[in-house]
């Protein structure tokens, strides 16, 4: 009769999804009473102190301070314990590697920085692994602490071979036995995620498509690519590759074939970061060739600094047109509700290009979602890679029944 005991409706099993419920709330909600958590939870004050003392001698919380400021006795306030687990992430790009460890309550411990450029004779094991240990020693932590990793790269590993895809430009990444050499080299588990995935990811978690199933985050930095998130979940693909839109056939561009190789043309020639200065130009604005990204961002903050009638309105409209022709064919194929703009590019044009690709999309598709820009305000690939991570973390973390 002992196996009962794991069944659902059993006493250790409702004790479990108690437990579960109240970590999630203090979560949420930061430090509450023992009252606070009875009332959320419709738990009696004798059942909530029980679970209190329960997950305190678990170490998963910690008495931390007392009410005040209101009417009556003080009260203890509980807390998640940071300690209870730690995750970490990785943010890759072809130029360097930025690492994070978070701890339960998703607060960032340390972090970590290495340039790659030049470095590929180390070899990609060894710059994850010396970036990792770098955010790992800035927590004040050992590697056998993070409990779980989360890799987020340009492209995606195709799930039949292994190997990455859509991502030519990241050197080093492409041996078929990348993920073999890196499960031998590192102490915890490890995920890998495509980094605008993670950026909807973060969005999702701590930003501005909390609440929402279904939407679309288009994401331009010095690539142009989507994120499809869909009945809550991300839509990746057969081969991972859902949501590379930089090779949509769009309107105005050469159709990019042999896609395997550095080429142009698709919705990346139209609306890509390159595209910054010949529109700028176009309209009268003097403006170097290089670099992209930091040129495109300079034009359109001033264009949406001012952005009236002249050269700096030309460009908000001339580049919203463009951005709205290739989200028009993503929103009738998905009908999503909520389109999310990120990326320093479309971060740099604002509310002005916001508004503006808004009316644009709402000639070119029939349905009308909402577009919002980005409300994660710092690395969000990072992000989404720790929030990633942990949710995982918490899972095992939080999980009493055992």
Known sequence: MAGIQGTPGTPRVLRAMNDRAALDLLLEHGPLSRTR???????????????????????????????AGRPGPSAQLYALNPRAGHAAGLDVNQHRIRAAVADITGAVA??????????????????????????????????GDVRRLVIGTPGAFDPATGRLRYASHLPGWHSPTLLEELAAALPMPFEYENDVNLVAVAERAVGAARGHEDFVLLWNEEGLGAALVLGGRLHRGFTGGAGEVG???????PLVRQVAKANSGGFQELA???????????????????PYVEVACGLLARAAASPGEGPHAELLDRYAERLATGLASLVAVLDPALVVLSGDVLVAGGEPLRARVQAELADLAAS????VLTSVPREPVLRGALESALATTRDEVFDTSR
């Open 37 to 67: 958590i009875g009332k959320l939870t419709g738990l009696s004050k004798p059942t909530a102190s029980q679970l209190l003392a329960r997950l305190e001698a678990a170490g998963l919380v910690v008495a931390t301070g007392t009410t």
């Open 272 to 290: 890509g970061v390159q595209s910054v200065p010949r529109i700028a130009r176009a309209a009268g604005l003097d403006t170097p060739d290089h």
């Open 110 to 143: 340390g972090e970590y920085e290495l340039r790659t450029e030049g470095r590929t004779g180390a070899g990609v094991v060894r710059q994850v692994t010396e970036a990792l240990d770098g955010a790992v020693a800035a927590a004040g932590l050992a590697p």
């Open 368 to 371: 009308r979602p909402r577009l």
């Open 247 to 253: 090779f949509l056939p769009v309107p105005g561009t």
